[in-house]
């Protein structure tokens, strides 16, 4: 009897123990959707089992409501388009932004739930519920809402202009909690954090539409007139699913021996056989190297690519490519099928913990390029050509270039943490270069440590959190557990701060058969390091240096050795390589020798890197100018530069050019975010047979926000301008050399609806002083009109060249350009084209009135306002004080064109001081225009959204 009771006792406790296994289970979805074309909505019925897995009682829960993210120009979704320069979801009228409407929420006892969205979050959803949710137990929630589906045109997803659908983020998911609720809204990441769910979908449309999906489906059920046809799709431990709706599907179907590819990236010219060969090659690795596929289809789209493709030349038009078509092809399936393929298995929170599923995305096509194609270089079939051979370029391994991006941030000083949240990155950091440190980490372990140790750990981490909820902490623990070596070097240095690497030798001394050296670690980043010993191109021995901070002493093996060198064969993302080489027995000291290239190259670390280029300028007295410019800059930014760049005027036949140097230091941390100092001098005509010389030394502090997102930045500039210039017949000239020191502080936030920039400037010189303040201010309104306004003040604070003309005045409509700082093509002209050249500075009037020059003091306001699209109306007016005369009050108006906002533009006076301008004789001469032909002030134009 005892017996049996222990055995009934046993029986009871293991059911008990095994039963909330069973019970708890995890979320599920039971959704019934219709499309409703004509009025773009999806009328959604969902009930909801929210299971509450935690040791906690909760009496809300949250839910993600991204397709809401679309409804305000001010959500958090339309400030991160303003954030990126993209005004298209400003400028987008109401019915083709999106949004989501409740109609009811209640329990499973039909009761209502009160919910709410957050003030600060209008795309999360608070619903309180009627009674407590206790751990372990689950809730039952019934919902009916409408979602109204966005253009595509903003994102990829929603209505495509052909009435197709790309439908992603589309129903309410139950956010994550996990002692604490993780939600957070939509900013167009691709980041939703869900929970494993079990989804069950009965989604009904026009029957005319095919439906591409990832999750189960059962054959159609059409309706009674056969108009309309309905799809179940189920799927369990699900974290989210993409709808494609297509009236003519261009998908296709290639089963492979590990799981089943949907795709519709495509290339003509690679045959269908060989697209399949490549997709089972790709899945293939990534089954052998991340363990298998949990389900039996993946879906990957060009929108997939398009928002996370493959940075590189293989990017480059067909005709330009240096990649055969088939290579570019299975780039495309390989990086976008690595990427779903963890994305969908591995439930990392995608926006505060990205980094460790870059990591294993990197990591694994880096060594698919490694395995398949050991021997390319990044400028692929290029390489067959002897001139592209002459470049450092062409000798760089594939996956090499993924240093070489991140590298990119780091000289910039804009690069930031792996840990950092992905809504916290600047767009190249959070698209391209934290992931690419990212891979290069593991590959920097795999060097340190052994591929096969990263190999394990990434599979034990894969195939122990497969559709699971699970962290970066839970790798570091499976990694640290099977490492031989201490590893918080990687952790808390490389991982977790935007510490540099950089390491050069102090001292190297032979000592018999073995070598002396000691090693300095320059940054505060305490990593290892590996120090090889070669004789010419041949490594003698490689030892590796431990972590350390300072300097390091240690003896290697190197019989025969002429040098050593530290990171030879550059595994580690060192910020600056060109230091890492010393010979044993330097000739003259040099330890690298010098090389003289046409063109501008990648850095070579080896050697002492001089380039040439040819240059062409022109301006109105020099003609055309063509010359030659020599300079050290490579395609990665270096702290110190100089260039020297002689022409030669075709026009007046006149020796011009302009020679320069600058070093920029740059600081870690505070809001000094680099101090820049330099000299520069240039010589060219300033008029007929007359040419200037100018010379200035200059000193440049930086300052910017601690938020990297943000486009505010400050800087302090003191210069010295010496002005020397020759006599002219034209202009009256009775000053020729003159020096001005010029002290300018600019605050600046330049963005694309809300633009603020203000600055003061400062210039005392031996003849007058004056001081200066401007503030432009640009808005562009939830109406889409835009607002420009521009302030202007000056005074002379002492002016003793009154008596020799307007040189050094105030300009109402075109200044001088005493300090030789604007673009004229034509500075010293009064007539024809080149007088009517505009830049916007001092008064920023446009027509040319009798008083252009104010010697005492001008102040000026400068607005425009649109009138229709990029036709706007402009307004100019202010005082102008001479000495001696009353302060006049001037204006003038008209019509402004902005082809290309303060790069193209064409001012047409009509109303002034001077009466009716548009009615008046020479009126073609009247007009003003803005053209900006400099390259690298125009590429500012499309980089400022990655940066």
Do not use: C
Not at 115 to 120: M, V, W
């Amino acid at each position: 009897m005892q017996k049996s009771f222990n055995a009934f006792s046993l029986t009871l406790l293991l059911v008990l123990l095994v039963l909330p296994e069973f019970g708890i289970a995890q979320n599920r979805l039971d959704i019934s959707v219709r499309l409703d074309e004509d009025n773009r909505l999806l009328i959604i019925q969902q009930d909801v089992t929210f299971v509450n897995t935690s040791s906690d009682t909760l009496d809300v829960i949250y839910f993600n409501d991204w397709a809401n993210s679309f409804a305000s120009k001010r959500s958090q979704l339309g400030l991160r388009f303003e954030e990126n320069y993209d005004r298209r979801f400003h400028l987008a009228p109401e019915e083709d932004r999106g949004s989501s409407k409740i109609n009811n929420v209640i329990d499973e006892n039909f009761r209502n739930l009160k919910f709410k969205r957050l003030s600060d979050a209008e795309d999360i959803l608070r619903v309180n519920l009627n009674k407590p949710l206790l751990p372990g137990e689950s809730q039952k929630i019934k919902m009916h809402y409408n979602i109204r589906v966005p253009d595509s045109r903003f994102t990829g997803y929603g209505v495509l202009n052909n009435g197709d659908y790309n439908l992603k983020y589309w129903f309410i998911a139950p956010a994550v909690y996990n002692g604490e609720w993780q939600y957070y809204s939509n900013k167009n990441l691709d980041d939703l954090y869900m929970a494993p769910t079990d989804l069950s979908i009965d989604f009904s449309f026009q029957s005319d539409f095919q439906l591409i999906n990832e999750l189960d489906m059962q054959p159609e059920e059409f309706s009674a007139n056969a108009q309309f046809k309905t799809v179940h799709l189920e799927g369990n431990n699900r974290n989210n699913t993409t709808i494609y709706l297509r009236k003519k599907s261009e998908f296709d179907i290639t089963e492979t021996d590990a799981f089943t590819i949907v795709t519709n990236i495509k290339d003509k010219k690679v045959i269908p056989e060989r697209e399949a060969i490549i997709i089972d090659k790709i899945t293939g690795f990534l089954t052998e190297k991340l363990g298998d596929y949990p389900f039996e289809k993946l879906v990957i789209s060009v929108i997939d690519y398009r928002d996370n493709p493959v940075y590189g030349l293989n990017q480059l038009p067909d005709f330009l490519s240096p990649f055969p078509e088939d290579f570019k092809y299975e780039l495309k399936i390989l990086k976008t099928t690595i990427d779903n393929y963890v994305d969908r298995t591995l439930y990392i929170n995608p926006r505060k913990d990205r980094w460790i599923a870059d990591a294993i995305k990197m990591y694994t096509m880096m060594q698919y390029m490694d395995h398949f194609y050991p021997n390319l270089k990044v400028v692929g079939t290029l390489n067959r050509y002897w001139i592209a051979r002459q470049f450092h370029l062409s000798e760089m391994e594939f996956n090499e270039q993924f240093n070489l991006l991140y590298l990119h941030m780091a000289r910039m000083n804009l690069d930031q943490p792996l840990t950092t949240p992905s809504d916290s990155l600047i767009k190249f950091n959070k698209n391209i270069a934290n992931a690419y440190k990212a891979g290069s980490g593991f590959n920097y372990l795999s060097e340190y440590l052994s591929d096969q140790i990263i190999e394990e750990s990434i599979d034990a981490f894969y195939s122990q959190n497969k559709l699971k909820l699970t962290s970066s902490k839970v790798f570091e623990a499976i990694l640290r557990e099977k490492a031989p070596k201490n590893l918080d070097w990687f952790f808390d240095d490389f991982v977790s701060t935007r510490k540099t690497i950089d390491f050069k030798f102090n001292e190297v001394k032979r000592r018999g058969d073995s070598i002396a050296i000691e090693v300095r670690n320059k940054t505060k980043a305490k990593v290892p390091v590996p120090v090889y010993a070669m004789y010419k191109d041949s490594v003698i021995s490689e030892t590796w240096v431990e972590p350390f901070v300072g300097e390091k002493d240690t003896v290697i093996y190197a019989p025969g050795a002429d040098r050593v060198v530290l990171n030879e064969e550059g595994f580690i993302p060192e910020f600056n390589r060109r230091n890492n080489y010393k010979k044993v027995n330097p000739f003259l000291g040099v330890n690298k020798p010098f090389q003289f290239k046409l063109f501008q190259d990648l850095e070579d670390p080896a050697k002492n890197q001089v380039f040439f280029m040819p240059v062409a300028e022109y301006n109105f007295y020099d003609g055309l100018k063509l010359g030659a410019k020599m300079y050290n800059k490579t395609i990665l930014q270096k702290p110190f530069s100089y260039k020297i760049e002689p022409q030669y005027g075709l026009k007046s036949n006149q020796l011009t050019g302009s020679a320069g140097f600058s070093y920029t230091q740059n600081l870690d941390e505070g809001n000094l975010f680099a101090i820049r100092f330099g000299a520069g001098g240039s010589l060219s005509s300033y008029a007929p047979d007359a040419l200037y010389k100018t010379f200035s030394p200059f000193l440049t502090f930086a300052f910017r926000e601690a938020d990297f997102r943000s486009d505010r930045r400050q800087y302090l500039t003191v210069r010295n301008i010496n002005v020397y210039r020759d006599e002219s017949n034209v202009i009256q000239n009775d000053d020729p050399n003159y020096s001005v020191f010029n002290v300018q502080y600019t605050n600046s936030s330049p963005g694309v609806i809300n633009a603020l920039t203000y600055n003061a400037d400062f210039e005392l010189s031996q003849k007058f002083s004056k001081f200066s303040v401007t503030a432009k201010y640009r808005r562009v309104f939830l109406n889409n009109r835009q607002l420009d306004l521009r302030f202007f003040g000056g005074t002379f604070l002492y002016n003793d060249t009154r008596s020799q003309g307007d040189y050094f005045s105030f300009a109402l409509d075109r200044p001088t350009d005493y300090l030789f700082s604007y673009n004229y093509y034509g500075r010293s002209e009064d007539t024809g084209i080149y007088s009517q050249q505009l830049i916007i500075a001092e008064g920023g009037f446009k027509s040319k009135l009798d008083t252009p020059f104010g010697n005492q003091w001008l102040t000026s306001v400068n607005a425009s306002t649109t009138i229709w699209s990029f036709i706007h109306g402009y307004v100019d007016f202010g005082l102008v004080k001479n000495e001696r005369d009353p302060a006049r009050f001037l204006y003038d108006s008209g019509i402004r064109t902005v082809l290309v906002e303060d790069y193209f533009e064409l001012f047409f006076p009509v109303y002034s001081s001077k009466g009716w301008e548009i009615a008046q004789p020479n009126y073609d001469q009247k007009i003003r225009f803005i053209v900006t032909l400099d390259l690298r002030t125009m590429l500012k134009l499309f980089t400022r959204k990655w940066y």
